[in-house]
């Protein structure tokens, strides 16, 4: 490779990192095509025109600068910085994520020691540590396809190495959603497979745990992982697939509210039995968990997931009841109080959401006649909404707040349980989409 010299710019290399700054992806890809341009090029202090997009937070710029060759792993700046350094100091996890899928190396350390990760997280960009922390490359999973040292067989077939990785690298670890995941893949939900994934996951805890820049967001989550595959290995023991069982006994209810009782002590469980008592990570987990009673905010899983992946429980984000899964839509048109992603997962949680659905339904309408005179009070009073920008306008109604748009379909359109058969897997709720007009129940009966 050619050596690059640190601040010997040529006039339109010094156009591009003005482009960058301030430019179009368009004028930035029309300089790279001129043959005075090096895509990795150093200015005075050694910085790429990758690293200055990476600072600046332009995630097309970076795109179109990776697709024409930019070095990733450059390590020419003054202070030792990469690009996924500038990146995650900077807060730009999108970017954090390309420059991870571009191959950026995570242990690389600055001038005075630290990884990307670490200098995310002195200066409290915590979402970009959660990213660099979860970021799993295939290779890694690869090297146990391979037989190591004197093993005759690989620890892993390499068949199952595809479907192991996406779940690895899933940002939903619901319990639910996992066993699905599971489920839907012939070549894992097979107890055999799932005993050499597990391994494999156990391992690699082991090694985030061991290795000099540990890693316990990414141990914490294999662990996890791995009990859930042992619970899989549990339910197909006879040569039979239970898994359906399974995600049956995780969703199951308490008589009294609903509540999925077995859920939450898989998840405890799983957590307690974390090998390496001194991690931080855990004993923060612990901290947050032990003192809640079991039924009460916040659950297991929602601490973990918020540990792991950095997700919160945001309010304009809804999760499916069923699987976890964000941006689920579709609300049981009987309570309202409950959201899907579709009826699948809807027809999956009926058995045991059958039982409080007329409770909830009550509970909604209190809530609904609350809010309404809560509202009428606010006009009266002159209040504003303190978050709203439109001091002039009526209370906006936001298009998210399902609350809102239901409330003017309550009385006009009841809105009857479709007819089905109750055992057998068909749900007597219909389906509605939030964002959906005052249309009736959607019929989920075929
Ligand atoms: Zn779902
Ligand atoms: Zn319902």
Redesign the pocket.
């Known amino acids: 490779m050619v050596h690059i010299m640190k601040g010997e710019l040529t006039q339109e290399e010094k156009e591009l990192l003005e482009v960058i700054r301030k430019g179009t992806v368009q004028e930035a890809g029309t300089l790279l095509a001129n043959k005075n341009v090096r895509v990795n090029c150093l200015d005075e202090n050694g910085m790429t025109p990758l690293m200055h997009a990476a600072y600046k937070g332009k995630l097309d710029m970076c795109k179109l600068l990776l697709r024409h060759g930019a070095d990733v792993n450059c390590h020419q700046h003054e202070h030792g910085y990469t690009a996924l350094m500038f990146a995650a100091l900077s807060g730009y996890k999108d970017i954090v994520w390309v420059m991870l899928e571009a191959g950026a190396e995570t242990d690389v350390v600055n001038s005075v020691g630290r990884t990307a990760a670490q200098m995310a997280a002195f200066v409290g960009q915590h979402d970009c540590v959660t990213v660099i922390n979860n970021f799993f490359p295939r290779e890694r999973l690869d090297y146990y396809t391979k037989p190591q040292g004197l093993d005759k067989e690989s620890k892993l077939p390499p068949k199952l190495a595809g479907p192991l990785h996406k779940i690895i690298t899933t940002t939903n670890l619901h319990p639910v959603k996992i066993v699905m995941l599971v489920n839907e893949n012939p070549l894992l939900a097979e107890a055999a497979a799932l005993s050499k994934c597990y391994k494999v996951m156990d391992l690699i805890c082991e090694k985030c745990m061991k290795q000099r820049d540990m890693n316990e967001v990414l141990a914490m989550k294999t662990h996890y992982i791995s009990c859930i595959f042992q619970k899989c290995i549990n339910f197909l023991k006879d040569g039979e697939n239970k898994l359906d069982t399974l995600i049956k006994s995780l969703l199951k209810g308490r008589a009294t509210d609903g509540f999925p009782t077995y859920q939450e002590k898989i998840v405890r469980e799983s957590i307690r039995k974390f090998p390496y008592c001194e991690a931080t990570l855990l004993q923060q987990l612990v901290r947050s968990i032990a003192p809640v009673e079991i039924g009460s905010d916040p659950t297991a899983f929602s601490v973990l997931n918020q540990a792991i992946t950095g997700q919160v429980g945001f309010i304009d984000v809804e999760f499916c009841t069923t699987c976890g899964e964000k941006g689920a839509s579709k609300r049981?048109?009987?309570?309202?109080?409950?959201i899907y992603c579709d009826q699948t997962c809807q027809k999956i949680h009926w058995f045991t959401?059958?039982k409080i659905?007329k409770n909830?339904?009550d509970i909604y309408e209190k809530q609904q006649l609350k809010a309404a005179k809560e509202k009428r009070k606010e006009e009266n009073d002159g209040k504003l909404d303190v978050n709203s920008n439109c001091i002039n306008e009526e209370q906006p109604e936001a298009e998210t707040d399902p609350s809102q748009e239901d409330a003017d379909q309550e009385d006009s359109s009841p809105k009857d349980p479709v007819e089905g058969d109750e055992e057998s897997h068909k749900s007597d709720?219909g389906l509605e989409g939030v964002q959906d007009g005052p249309a009736g129940p959607q019929a989920s009966e075929e």
């Open positions: 049981c048109s009987v309570c309202k109080m409950v959401h059958k659905c909830l339904k709720a």
